[in-house]
């Protein structure tokens, strides 16, 4: 393993280490796939609380989950929403928001205005329009959001509340919350996580004398920004930055991890696009955002192996964890075994890997550790094949065959059901 090292080092030090992202238009901002209109809805029906308080705001189910063709919120999202693990003291997602929070108080000496119950039900206007997503961009589609009905979704993206409290006046702010995307199933991602957003505006007085225009002073007050944050939080862990792109910030950038033998995204950020500050009124002032996946932090800060372990109500892991603690390093209290089944098909022009997904976590929930692409083949005929290997496993205790099985089974009849492929 390479030494450990800042990612200022690496800037500073070594500027070819910058990794120019091959990565091609909005591949950093949501998934890339086929826009997917067909809608399905698992058959299995999960009891959540029927009336939720959401920032203020009461919702039941059906205001969530509807049988008509403009929504695909499945009932296993319904049942994490409200949820707010991150409002949790003593669990890994709020010990992190509140040493963040920390983190801000003591270095912006408390001017940064703080939101973490904002409701995540939000209008297509706030998360996309707000934030200059282009009309024809995939994040919009069926297969990535999650739609309540035609102009309602829940948020993807914590920047949703950008637009809104910038027009309402405030200049520094974070806000938290927990996000939803229809997204592949492995260790490091979940259909719905926790984000933090940070906003900071500037007044031409800030960089008239720094010799510097606007963006580029902004853009290196947020790198040394993230950086003490990533030294606070971390102290000494490999890291790298590199170039992005974000609809909504021009120049964009990522912050890498090395974790688990593999670089792992942890936040995206760059300039605020002038247009969104003109819109709120701010028209001689230049601001950085970023957004941090609260999740992958808090992986990397207590050792956490997978993320579906932070929705875990087993005392082993919750009782691992206390308020204000930050030196914690999770024990995995045991490694029961995976199982892994195969499923091949024929796929169609519509088939997408979310709606795959989709199924499998409808029907096995949380014992759905990853879902991965193993063989893809076009015959003579251009029909194409696809296999996916799914690992099956739980982190509380070891499955039976027979249960197994049984979700395989469950898996396949969606599958071909659903999703209109034939199997092979
Ligand atoms: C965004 O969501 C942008 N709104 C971030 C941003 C804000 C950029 C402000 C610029 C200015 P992205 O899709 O890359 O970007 O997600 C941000 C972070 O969320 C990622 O770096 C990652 O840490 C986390 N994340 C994304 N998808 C998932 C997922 N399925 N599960 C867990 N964490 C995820
Ligand atoms: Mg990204």
Redesign the pocket.
């Known amino acids: 393993m390479a030494a450990l090292t800042f990612a200022h080092n690496i800037l500073l030090s070594n500027p070819s280490f910058l990794r120019h992202s091959t990565k091609t238009g909005f591949t950093?901002?949501?998934s890339v796939s086929s826009p997917y209109l067909r809608r399905y809805k698992s058959t299995q029906t999960l009891v959540a609380s029927s009336v939720l308080e959401l920032g203020g705001v009461k919702i039941s189910k059906q205001d969530v989950v509807r049988d008509e063709p403009t929504n695909n919120v499945p009932d296993l999202i319904f049942t994490k929403l409200g949820l707010q693990l991150h409002r949790r003291d003593n669990h890994p997602l709020g010990i992190l928001k509140n040493a963040i929070y920390e983190y801000f108080d003591t270095n912006y000496n408390n001017q940064f205005h703080k939101f973490d119950d904002l409701c995540p039900i939000v209008t297509i206007k706030e998360n996309f329009d707000d934030v200059l997503v282009p009309a024809d961009h995939v994040s919009r589609s069926f297969n990535d959001t999650y739609y309540i009905d035609a102009g309602t979704v829940l948020r993807?993206?914590?920047?949703a509340h950008?637009a809104d409290l910038l027009r309402k006046g405030y200049a520094n702010f974070l806000v938290t919350g927990d996000v939803y995307?229809r997204?592949s199933i492995d260790s490091?991602?979940?259909?719905v996580?926790h984000?933090m957003?940070g906003v900071r505006v500037f007044n031409p007085s800030d960089w008239n004398d720094s010799g510097m225009d606007g963006t580029l002073y902004a853009a290196n007050d947020l790198k040394a920004c993230l950086e003490g944050l990533a030294r606070h939080l971390f102290g000494a862990v490999e890291m790298r930055w590199v170039d992005s792109y974000?609809p909504?910030?021009n120049p964009?950038f990522?912050l890498e991890i090395y974790f688990q033998e593999k670089w792992l995204?942890?936040?995206?950020?760059?300039v605020m696009e002038q247009e969104i500050l003109n819109r709120g009124g701010k028209t001689d002032n230049v601001a950085w955002?970023?957004?941090?996946?609260l999740?992958?932090l808090a992986m990397v800060l207590f050792d956490i192996p997978d993320?579906r372990l932070f929705w875990s109500t087993d005392k082993r892991f919750v009782s691992q964890f206390t308020k204000g603690q930050l030196g914690i390093k999770f024990k995995p209290f045991s490694k029961y075994p995976p199982c892994y089944k195969d499923v091949s098909f024929w796929i169609n022009d519509s088939f997408s890997e979310n709606n795959l997904c989709e199924i499998v976590r409808g029907i096995a929930g949380d014992l759905a550790e990853e879902v991965q692409l193993i063989d893809n083949f076009t015959n003579k005929k251009g029909m194409t094949s696809h296999c996916y290997r799914i690992t099956y496993r739980s982190m509380e205790r070891s499955l039976t065959d027979e249960e197994i099985n049984e979700l395989q089974w469950n898996v396949r009849d969606q599958v071909q059901s659903q999703l209109n492929v034939v199997m092979r």
């Open positions: 950093t901002f949501f993807c993206h914590t920047s950008q995307r997204d490091t991602h979940y259909p996580f984000q957003e974000f909504f910030t964009s990522e995204e942890v936040l995206g950020c760059g955002a970023f957004g941090l996946g999740e992958r993320i």
